[in-house]
């Protein structure tokens, strides 16, 4: 016992012991459990193996490619907004312009909606996008002489509120992520740069985003999972999992409909196999270019 | 010396006007960016605005004529603050059990995720490369894919319907060890060794010279499990049977029923189940955006 206290040798292990339990248990034996579910067809009572016949169904179902292309158009959409724009913002609030007190309070009030549940930011979203022409987005395009739109009942309309959604929800978190890497770039840097004659435009585009690759890199990573795992933005704007004609059905609102709504888990599993091969189909190579896997090996 | 450094002064007069029109473009700018920054802000602050106005209001009215900044003050009344305080059913019921379920959440996720962190920041030891390459593989499995089986896995177990099921599963979080990681590598080495030429043990190294110092990085972190287990949904939504046993978001969500008479507790139980997570980030604020920018992505 005595040993097992002291020794720097056997500690590390109970040290990392319960993250090995915590995955085994609950990350690896599930993800293990829909693999072999995803071959199979399971009714209550009964479980007969069909081979790929799930992912064969899949492929032929249209519905499916609804949602592959809806939840791909959400996620790029993301990435076009909460990159550049929390990234510039960013810039302005590490410039040495203007008060650090006022630039913290803008700070915190943009980080105030990531504090806010999707299921109460979607009941305000969702009423503020209200077909009724005294909905406020209908004000605001009334005031420009514009028609009240039904706009979730659009496809362009629909996804419109859920950028906007995103856009409210991330952008604050975003900023605090690249003020993280932005801080961490040395002052020489800029100096160098100013030395040579270098204009603020060309800072920012060759030291300053340059600088930013790891905390870029860091951010589309959960941007991808966060757009590609879309679900209770649409849910909550549609009031449940039925849009009209689907225009705002994900691939894990297909695979909660498929597996909880009609409790065909086989076919569910196989939905989810595709969604976490998609994910890291994007996010690996990304992570190895970048060299992220390597830099965390010492 | 002194003389080559000081410039001639008729240089010196043209640097000064350069610097007034320097100092002038700064503060242009300065303003600039507060202009931005305003509108950008007040812009953010909108839904919270409609949302409050939206309490002193009849929920039918709302729901059928959706929000929007404007308020008849006319009709305005307390009621549905008071029905809130008064007879709002389950609600408060759901409340306590979200504070539990949170509060529980951010201890038993910041004590073992920093536990584990530990090993990982201070120790080289046989595998530890691959398993660190599992923690950051585990942050890019979507939960949604692996939620039926393991809400499969809750039942085997016979713990459907217990907040066991929902805060075990995420004790030895991903993101949390990472930034502990991160935020313990820069934490002195000397402080282990000097613990250990006193004959502490590993254990005791860990829980009494550098827990205390993992302060800041706590701030930050129970910010975000606070956050993140307060308005969890879908994993609450599958693992809970019994309505007494819900959360605050699950609670809320079915109150929006398209016959409900329940929009009045609905949206002022929305605004009002935002208030606590804000006292809590105010509080740690300071915490917060430091330790944010202390541990997060270096490198």
Redesign the interface.
Known sequence: MRKL?????I??????L??????L???V???Y??GV?STQKIIPGSVENVGLANYDRLFGDRLFWVALRNSLTYMIGTLLILIPGPML?AV?IN?K??SER????????????????????G???K??????E???M??IIGAFGLDPIKWLKTQAGGFFALYILAA?RW??VNI??F???L??IPNDYYEAASIDGASSWQKFWHVTVPSLK??IV?VL??SV?GG??M??ESY?LY?GNNSPQNIGLTI?GY??RQ??ERND?GY??AV??V??LL??AI??PQ?IATG??K???H | MSQTLTPPKSAKRVMSNEGKAAKRRVRLNSWLMYIVMAVIGLIVLVPFWANFLATFQEGRMIITGGLNLGIDLAQASLDNWVMLFTDSGMYFTWFANSVFITVAQVIATLAVSAFVAYGFAMYEFRGKTALFIVVLLLMSVPFEMMMLPLYIQINDFGLQDTYTAIIIPFMANAVTILFFRQFLRGIPREIVEAGRIDGVSEFGIFFRLVFPLMKPAFGAMAILTGMMSWNNFLWPLLALRSSEKYTLPIGLNTLLTPYGNNYDLLLVGSFFSMIPIFILFLAFQRFFIEGMTAGAVKG
């Open positions: 206290l002291y020794s720097p040798k500690a590390p292990y109970i040290f990392v319960p993250f090995i339990l915590t995955v248990i609950f990350w034996s599930p993800l459990k829909a579910m913002l302005l410039s312009l203007g006022l630039k913290a309070v803008f700070k915190s009030v943009m980080f105030i909606p990531a504090l806010t549940s999707v299921v109460v930011a009941i305000v979203f009423l503020i996008f209200s077909e009724s005294t909905a406020l209908n004000q409210w952008t604050g605090l992520y003020l993280a890497g801080q961490a790891p905390t860091f990573t959960i999972y590609l795992a679900f209770l909550m009031g894990v695979l909660y597996g909880i888990l569910a599993s989810g196999v969604l976490l994910v890291l996010n690996i992570l992220t896997f830099k965390e090996q």
